[in-house]
Structure formats: C-alpha cells, structure tokens
C-alpha cells in the first residue's frame, strides 16, 4: 500500500486525469442512481392509476392534472399530463402528443448514463498509457544505471507502471458496473413511461366511449315517449 501511495505522489501527471475520470463517474453514480431509484420511479403505481381512471372516467380533467401536478418530478406523470391536456383533442393529435412527450421523458431518464462506459474505457486507456510511459522512463534510467543497480531500479519501475494500469481498472470496474445497473433501471423506468402513455390513452377512450353511450341513451328517451 505504502509503494502506491509513493506511486500516486511521484506519478501525479499520470495519476491526475485518472482521478479526475473517477471523481467525475462518481458524481454521475451518485446523482443518476438517485434519479432513477429514488426521484423517477412511481410508488403506489396502481392506486395512482386507479384515482386518475376515476377521475377521468368521470370527467374531472382539473382534478386528474391537479394529480399528475403533485407528481411533477415523475416521468410518468408528466407524459400522462400531456394526455390530458389534449383530452378535447382528436384521438390522432393525442397520439402525437403522447408520442413527444414520451420521447421527451425517455430522453431525460436516459441522460448521463451513457458516460460512465465512456468513462470507464477512457480510464483504462489512461492507465495503459501510465503504464507504458512508466516503463519508458525505466528503461531509460535502466539505460544510465550501474549494473549493480539494474535489476533493482527495473524491478521498481515496473512494479510503478503496474500500478498506474491497476488504476485504471480500479477506476473502470465499478463504472461498468454501475452502468450495467442503471441501464437496468433505466430500461425499467422506460417500460413504466410507454405504459402510462398506453393506459393514458385508453382511459381517454373509454371515457369518449362512456360519453357517447350516454349522449345515446338521452337522444333515444324522447323517441321511446313519443312512440308511447
């Protein structure tokens, strides 16, 4: 431990970028695992569905936004609100506005992610390349040595380029772990937003459906009086 640490104050042109990849994949962790775990996912997803199916079923459009509104930081709920806004639209309009704002929401849950990959390669070819301006330094010193002197000077140069590699990897492994779990998530989180769309629109459906059915009913009871 004590020959990294030397390593990482004598090497601190190599080890920089390193460090810096890793507090900068850190910061991405941290703030997308928060995102996507804790800010974007909707809890209590089927009573929320069921309130808003009430709501919508029976014409209380202020009520279901007013709902959708205190869930503003939820994808979900932000491609549903757009729905309902267009509710006095044609079904082809609310479609294409489903449409957009589905996309709009996928791009935000995906935003980020996808550097940590970057990271994560750029930081094991940083490494390779500590590694190998290591060993060209050594080889030179080698190069100038006593002979007595050698065999201890290349052991040690070595054994620092070794480390400016293991650096890199140290740095590269949790960001692509990391990335696989929030790309896990961020699938999940998309799955949940094409759904509130698919459920969004067949409640406006239903609720057009449940309208003219009753337009009919109160349009066929003066024709069943006059016929008496």
Known sequence: MAEFFDFMRTSFLHVSPILLAGVIA??????????????????NAP????????????????????????????????????GLLRAHQPEELIEHGLHIAVSEASQMVQR??????????????????????????????VGHADPQQKSALLAAGISQAMNATMLGLGVAIPCMIAF??????????????DQSAVRTMDMLQQRYYLAETETLRKQSRPAERGAA
């Open 26 to 43: 850190l910061a991405i962790i941290i703030e997308r695992a928060r995102a996507l775990c804790i800010v974007y996912p909707l809890k």
């Open 180 to 193: 696989s779990f929030l790309i896990n998530r961020t699938n999940r989180l998309i799955s949940e937003i």
């Open 47 to 82: 009573e929320f569905f069921d309130r808003l199916s009430e709501f919508v079923t029976a014409g209380r459009s202020a009520e279901a936004l007013t709902l959708c509104d205190r869930y503003h930081q939820k994808p979900s709920a932000r491609v549903i609100k757009q």
């Open 112 to 141: 980020r992610t996808s550097f940590l990959a970057t990271i994560a390669n750029v930081a094991t070819l940083l490494g390779l390349l500590g590694t190998i301006a290591g060993l060209i330094h050594s080889f030179q010193a």
